[in-house]
């Protein structure tokens, strides 16, 4: 069964940066797709970046394009989102998800496609 585990969160200043990691425990990265979303406060859930199973298909929320960077370290089963610029509307817990159905080369952010979820890390953007 896998499982999955975000870490990284916390409280940061506008223009600052953090790194949140989601661990999988159970199949290796290459088995499916990772998502990041996030939910702040009375909104919706919204996809912020997912990377598909071999790595090569990223994606990202309009909003977050140039601030955020997806990547993962295969052997270590985790999968980072570098967030740089850190606006107060970032606040929200963040989420990482997999999606085992995904064809290799591609990601999305439909919430329904993916099957598994960590609990979840809160960042909190202010001054």
């Known amino acids: 069964q896998l499982q999955l585990a975000e870490s990284g969160g916390g409280l940061v200043q506008p223009g600052g940066s953090l790194r949140l990691s989601c661990k999988a425990s159970?199949?290796?990265?290459?088995?499916?797709?990772i998502g990041w979303f996030r939910q702040a406060q009375g909104k919706d859930p919204e996809g912020v970046s997912c990377?598909?199973?071999?790595?090569?298909?990223?994606n990202y929320l309009d909003a977050v394009k140039g601030r955020f960077t997806i990547s993962r370290d295969v052997a270590q089963k985790t999968v980072y989102l570098q967030m740089n610029n850190l606006l107060p509307e970032d606040t929200a817990v963040y989420y990482c998800?997999?999606?085992?159905?995904?064809?290799?080369?591609?990601?999305?952010?439909?919430?329904?496609?993916?099957?598994?979820w960590g609990r979840g890390t809160p960042v909190t953007v202010s001054s």
């Open positions: 998800a997999a999606d085992v159905l995904a064809v290799e080369a591609l990601c999305d952010f439909v919430r329904k496609d993916y099957t598994y």
């Open positions: 159970g199949y290796g990265l290459n088995y499916y797709a």
């Open positions: 990377i598909s199973s071999n790595g090569e298909g990223l």
